[in-house]
């Protein structure tokens, strides 16, 4: 029986940022994408898989789509593209938008414009369309042009974007100088023209485009605020900070997007497309903080930044996202998780887990890799905004063709949720390293030990395992016990 995990592409593959889409009768996830190992964010051209609605099992890899080297905006220095999102115009022709990013060394060159590329397919591929301007044809570089969004509401196509720090707004007359310079520096604006808006240029906006799809034809409105403009709203403790997405159910608006706590994907409703939203809750967070009441000191994983949104396939609501690896933020992996829409129209935060798009529980049988874990700690995990962890994290990571954990010491916990156990069967662990103790294998992290498996010294990878007896559906946990460092390649059921 074909079975598919978290992360649902191939662990050479890095799609961060992802937009599900559903075109016929097979949904496209587009997103951003990073370089395995990779210097910094979105070091690669865009590229799309697909899978049809009635099988998530089945992703292809449809190619590149495009290339930063066909917007003719690309001087040299815009080297990045961030998180894109793609609609079906009112023509019937597929439209890719995107923002071009700047060096890192200047602060990220969140300068704009937002462009545009557009295919006769969902697959691609795209070629350069235009910029978003304003009825003369001047680029639309009001507010921050970043993460954009659209959509095609029954014929009315809505765009948004945005990006907002997240800080806390300055008390002392020193620190608002301060960020308004990092704001000119960080997105090439002049004083004036961060003085001149009246909410600031932080923020989640939206604007409603012509059928050209590029050209605006109302006001651009700020819909949700930034950490420095939330203290007073329902935003206050969940803030705009990046990954505008947006999706109708039936007569709601819901606007999925990156709080300033950033591990985590959150959700507004309004019944407008561009006002009176509120906050609805949090949706997915990367290393479980906030589910059931799990504090960020408990994460269950390295977090940073975190981008995706909600798609209904064949019937089924998912939330899509990325996790991070290989100790640092700029090499991410899309996930994906089964969500609820209530009757009321929340929606429950979920666990991360790592049987995903698969339907159910895992089997045990056969051989799995390991870094498909959903729980990845040491007890002190950590969150970062741009760069590196500490060197020495337990993390995913990759030597030549290799994808395994690496840095696996006494009192780390590995997860795997969930698999459907079904009575007597060997576990057996792919490992290597200078280890000596053993694995405790439980059902739950503080739960009874159900078996041992032994660590043995030996720098070549061998298998190590243990005879296991359990009845239900429960995650897999292996605990390590011992001194020394440990690689860990894949695990078995026999």
């Not at 190992?37 to 449809?62: N, Q, R």
């Not at 269950?300 to 930044?305: H, I, K, R, Y």
């Not at 079904?422 to 390293?433: C, D, F, P, Q, Y």
């Amino acid at each position: 029986m074909k079975q598919i995990y978290n992360p649902f592409l191939s662990l050479n593959e890095y799609i961060p940022d992802g937009e599900p889409h559903v075109f016929g009768d097979r949904v496209y996830i587009y997103g951003s994408h990073d370089k395995e190992g990779g210097e910094t964010f979105c070091m690669l051209d865009y590229v799309v898989y697909s899978a049809p609605i009635t099988d998530l099992k089945d992703w292809k890899y449809e190619g590149v789509i495009y290339s930063s080297s066909q917007d003719p905006n690309n001087d040299g220095r815009r080297i990045y593209m961030y998180a894109p999102d793609v609609v079906r115009g009112n023509d019937g022709r597929f439209y890719l938008y995107y923002a071009l990013a700047g060096d890192e060394k200047v602060g990220g060159g969140f300068d704009g414009p937002i462009s545009v590329a557009v295919s006769d397919t969902p697959a691609g591929k795209f070629q350069y369309h235009g910029d978003v301007q304003y009825p003369d044809g001047t680029p639309v570089k009001r507010m921050i042009p970043f993460d954009p969004a659209v959509i095609n509401d029954e014929g009315v196509i809505r765009l948004y974007y945005g990006w907002a720090l997240a800080q806390r707004r300055p008390r002392s007359p020193i620190g608002r100088a301060i960020i308004t310079r990092l704001m000119q520096k960080m997105f090439s604006k002049t004083k004036n023209e961060i003085r001149s808006e009246p909410e600031g240029i932080m923020g989640a906006n939206t604007v409603e485009l012509a059928d050209d799809m590029i050209t605006v034809k109302s006001e651009i409105k700020r819909i949700v605020p930034g950490r420095m403009a939330a203290e007073e709203t329902s935003f206050a403790d969940h803030a705009f900070f990046e990954a505008s997405s947006i999706r109708k159910i039936k007569d709601t608006y819901y606007f999925i997007y990156s709080s300033h706590l950033m591990h985590e994907l959150c959700y507004a409703t309004s019944k407008y497309p561009d006002k009176d939203f509120v906050f609805g809750g949090t949706i997915v967070s990367s290393g479980d903080i906030g589910y059931r009441g799990r504090k960020a000191k408990d994460r269950l994983n390295t977090t940073g930044n975190n981008h995706g949104s909600i798609e209904n396939i064949n019937g089924e609501w998912y939330v899509f996202y990325h996790r991070h690896t290989h100790n640092t933020t700029f090499s991410r992996q899309a996930c994906a998780e089964k969500i609820k829409i209530e009757s009321d129209g929340s929606i429950p935060q979920v666990e991360i887990t790592s049987c995903g798009l698969n339907g159910g529980p895992l089997m045990t049988k056969g051989e799995y890799p390991a870094p498909i874990s959903s729980i990845l700690t040491d007890g002190k995990m950590k969150h970062k905004t741009v760069g590196r962890f500490r060197p020495g994290k337990t993390c995913v990571t990759h030597r030549d063709n290799e994808r395994f954990i690496t840095e696996i010491k006494n009192g780390v916990v590995i997860g795997y949720r969930y698999f459907r156990f079904k009575g007597a069967v060997e576990l057996n662990l792919t490992i290597r390293g200078k280890g000596k103790g053993s694995f405790l294998v439980k059902t739950d992290v503080k739960g009874k030990v159900l078996g041992k498996i032994p660590v043995h010294p030996d720098p070549h990878w061998h298998s190590t395992g243990t005879a296991l007896d359990i009845t239900g559906e429960y995650p897999l946990i292996l605990h390590y016990k011992g001194t020394g460092r440990i690689d860990f390649l894949s695990f078995s059921f026999t």
